[in-house]
Nanobody
Framework: QVQLVESGGGLVQRGGSLRLSCAAS????????MSWYRQSPGKERESVAS???????NYADSVKGRFTISRDNVKNTVYLEMNSLRPEDTSLYYC?????????????WGQGTQVTVSS
Protein backbone atom coordinates (compact mmCIF):
# COMPACT_ATOMS: atom_id res chain seq x y z
CA GLN A 1 0.00 0.00 0.00
CA VAL A 2 0.98 3.63 -0.43
CA GLN A 3 3.08 5.05 2.37
CA LEU A 4 4.52 8.53 2.76
CA VAL A 5 6.77 9.11 5.76
CA GLU A 6 8.04 12.60 6.52
CA SER A 7 11.03 13.41 8.69
CA GLY A 8 13.46 16.23 9.38
CA GLY A 9 11.29 18.69 11.23
CA GLY A 10 12.38 20.39 14.40
CA LEU A 11 12.99 23.63 16.24
CA VAL A 12 15.18 26.22 14.57
CA GLN A 13 15.92 29.90 15.10
CA ARG A 14 14.88 32.63 12.70
CA GLY A 15 17.21 32.60 9.69
CA GLY A 16 18.07 28.96 10.15
CA SER A 17 17.67 26.00 7.82
CA LEU A 18 16.06 22.59 7.81
CA ARG A 19 15.75 19.82 5.27
CA LEU A 20 12.58 17.77 5.25
CA SER A 21 12.41 14.33 3.69
CA CYS A 22 9.45 12.26 2.55
CA ALA A 23 10.13 8.60 1.85
CA ALA A 24 7.55 7.05 -0.46
CA SER A 25 6.63 3.45 -1.12
CA UNK A 26 3.85 1.42 -2.68
CA UNK A 27 3.76 3.18 -6.05
CA UNK A 28 5.99 4.12 -8.98
CA UNK A 29 7.46 7.22 -7.41
CA UNK A 30 9.16 8.56 -10.53
CA UNK A 31 5.91 8.76 -12.45
CA UNK A 32 3.99 11.20 -10.27
CA UNK A 33 4.00 14.72 -8.95
CA MET A 34 5.05 15.04 -5.33
CA SER A 35 4.08 18.04 -3.24
CA TRP A 36 4.73 19.62 0.13
CA TYR A 37 1.93 21.29 2.04
CA ARG A 38 1.74 22.89 5.45
CA GLN A 39 -0.99 23.61 7.95
CA SER A 40 -0.95 25.79 11.04
CA PRO A 41 -3.60 25.69 13.80
CA GLY A 42 -6.73 27.51 12.72
CA LYS A 43 -5.58 27.83 9.13
CA GLU A 44 -6.27 25.91 5.96
CA ARG A 45 -3.69 23.55 4.56
CA GLU A 46 -1.66 25.36 1.92
CA SER A 47 0.55 24.23 -0.91
CA VAL A 48 4.23 25.00 -0.44
CA ALA A 49 6.01 23.37 -3.37
CA SER A 50 5.60 20.65 -5.95
CA UNK A 51 7.81 18.59 -8.24
CA UNK A 52 6.47 16.84 -11.30
CA UNK A 53 7.70 13.59 -12.78
CA UNK A 54 9.63 15.72 -15.28
CA UNK A 55 11.29 17.56 -12.37
CA UNK A 56 9.38 20.76 -13.08
CA UNK A 57 8.88 22.68 -9.84
CA ASN A 58 6.41 25.19 -8.50
CA TYR A 59 6.46 27.24 -5.30
CA ALA A 60 4.14 29.33 -3.21
CA ASP A 61 5.04 33.00 -3.40
CA SER A 62 5.74 33.06 0.33
CA VAL A 63 8.62 30.59 0.01
CA LYS A 64 10.09 31.43 -3.40
CA GLY A 65 13.81 31.99 -3.17
CA ARG A 66 14.02 30.37 0.27
CA PHE A 67 12.73 26.82 -0.19
CA THR A 68 13.84 24.23 -2.74
CA ILE A 69 12.02 21.02 -3.57
CA SER A 70 13.96 18.13 -5.06
CA ARG A 71 13.45 14.44 -5.58
CA ASP A 72 15.57 11.32 -5.78
CA ASN A 73 13.82 8.77 -7.95
CA VAL A 74 16.27 6.05 -6.91
CA LYS A 75 15.63 6.53 -3.20
CA ASN A 76 11.92 7.30 -3.80
CA THR A 77 12.27 10.38 -1.65
CA VAL A 78 11.24 13.99 -2.04
CA TYR A 79 13.01 16.73 -0.11
CA LEU A 80 12.23 20.25 0.95
CA GLU A 81 15.28 22.37 1.68
CA MET A 82 14.18 25.36 3.76
CA ASN A 83 16.50 28.32 4.26
CA SER A 84 16.10 31.74 5.83
CA LEU A 85 13.31 30.39 7.95
CA ARG A 86 10.85 32.80 9.52
CA PRO A 87 8.50 32.40 12.49
CA GLU A 88 5.58 32.41 10.05
CA ASP A 89 6.98 29.21 8.51
CA THR A 90 6.09 27.42 11.74
CA SER A 91 3.67 24.70 10.74
CA LEU A 92 3.02 21.00 10.34
CA TYR A 93 4.50 20.01 6.98
CA TYR A 94 3.01 17.20 4.92
CA CYS A 95 3.97 15.54 1.68
CA UNK A 96 1.32 14.51 -0.78
CA UNK A 97 1.02 12.28 -3.81
CA UNK A 98 -1.94 12.26 -6.19
CA UNK A 99 -2.29 8.76 -7.55
CA UNK A 100 -4.71 6.81 -9.68
CA UNK A 101 -7.28 4.71 -7.85
CA UNK A 102 -10.11 2.44 -8.98
CA UNK A 103 -12.46 5.44 -8.71
CA UNK A 104 -10.24 8.06 -10.35
CA UNK A 105 -7.51 10.03 -8.60
CA UNK A 106 -6.86 10.06 -4.89
CA UNK A 107 -4.79 12.18 -2.53
CA UNK A 108 -2.33 10.37 -0.32
CA TRP A 109 -0.77 12.14 2.66
CA GLY A 110 1.96 11.47 5.12
CA GLN A 111 1.56 11.97 8.86
CA GLY A 112 3.37 15.30 8.86
CA THR A 113 6.50 16.66 10.50
CA GLN A 114 6.48 19.73 12.75
CA VAL A 115 8.63 22.74 11.96
CA THR A 116 8.92 25.43 14.60
CA VAL A 117 10.85 28.63 13.97
CA SER A 118 11.61 30.74 17.00
CA SER A 119 12.11 34.46 16.91
Amino acid sequence: QVQLVESGGGLVQRGGSLRLSCAASGFTFSGYTMSWYRQSPGKERESVASSTSAHSTNYADSVKGRFTISRDNVKNTVYLEMNSLRPEDTSLYYCKAVLPTLRGWGDYWGQGTQVTVSS
